[in-house]
């Protein structure tokens, strides 16, 4: 079955300084991989995605990830953070079929960022 | 072009009481999934329907369920309420079937007391 680690339940960051969120998943074929942000109260918002091709892929907000196979790793990064990135983070992966269907995908538990002044 | 909106954002119900949440999935969209989120739990797949046919069910009861109406529209039903179902109940919508290229919507907040 596949599944999502995200280690790191908590990150404070000063505002400005880089950032970098750990994902690591398992998954028996090549995974689709996301990551999601979510603010209080609201849905999930797509940051980027990597289905195949180039290991490092970029999204919105300033947002990068490094796809790394050998190591089952899907890190999040930024160069330089805002007060306004404050939310919660999800890595997610998908690419299962069954029943006629997708399986759905499965999230990590989250990753909740501080921003500090 | 507008996102996925859900309806009601918030509701509140009895224990034993079903309920039905409503999902409009962006335009052009034919693809729709549920997902429950709970601080326990985390993010679950309850279900994705496509072309008005449930094609794949993640692992919940059968008090569970949904349908999917010609325009894509999708309703979530959860019968027998229980206070474990208390959660924010988020809907996703693809282009097309078993795409993980998924939109999420921004939630019915469900309390069950």
């Known amino acids: 079955a596949q599944s999502v680690t995200q280690p790191d339940i908590h990150i404070t960051v000063s505002e400005g300084a880089s950032l970098e969120l750990r994902c690591n998943y398992s998954?028996?074929?090549?995974?689709?991989l996301f990551w999601y942000v979510q603010s209080p109260g609201q849905g999930l918002q797509l940051l980027l995605k990597y289905f195949s091709g180039d290991t490092l892929v970029q999204g919105i907000k300033g947002f990068e990830a490094e796809f790394k196979r050998s190591q089952s790793s899907f890190n999040l990064r930024k160069p330089s953070v805002h007060w306004s990135d404050a939310a919660e983070y999800f890595c997610a992966v998908g690419g299962g079929y069954s029943g006629g269907g997708a399986d759905g995908l499965t999230f990590g538990k989250g990753t909740h960022l501080i921003i500090q002044p | 072009k507008a996102g996925v909106t859900q309806t009601p954002r918030y509701l509140i119900k009895t224990r034993g009481q079903q309920v039905t949440l409503s999902c409009s999935p962006i335009?052009?969209?034919?693809?729709v999934s549920w997902y429950q989120q709970t601080p326990g739990q985390g993010l679950q797949f309850l279900f994705e329907?496509?072309?008005?046919?449930?094609?794949n069910k993640g692992n919940f009861p059968g008090r569970f369920s949904g349908r999917q109406f010609s325009n894509s529209r999708s309703e979530m039903n959860v019968s027998t309420l229980e206070l474990g179902d208390s959660a924010l109940y988020l809907c996703a919508s693809s282009l097309t079937l078993s795409s993980y290229e998924q939109y999420f919507g921004p939630g019915t907040r469900l309390t069950v007391t």
């Open positions: 335009s052009g969209h034919r693809s």
């Open positions: 998954y028996g074929a090549t995974p689709y």
């Open positions: 329907y496509f072309s008005e046919t449930q094609r």
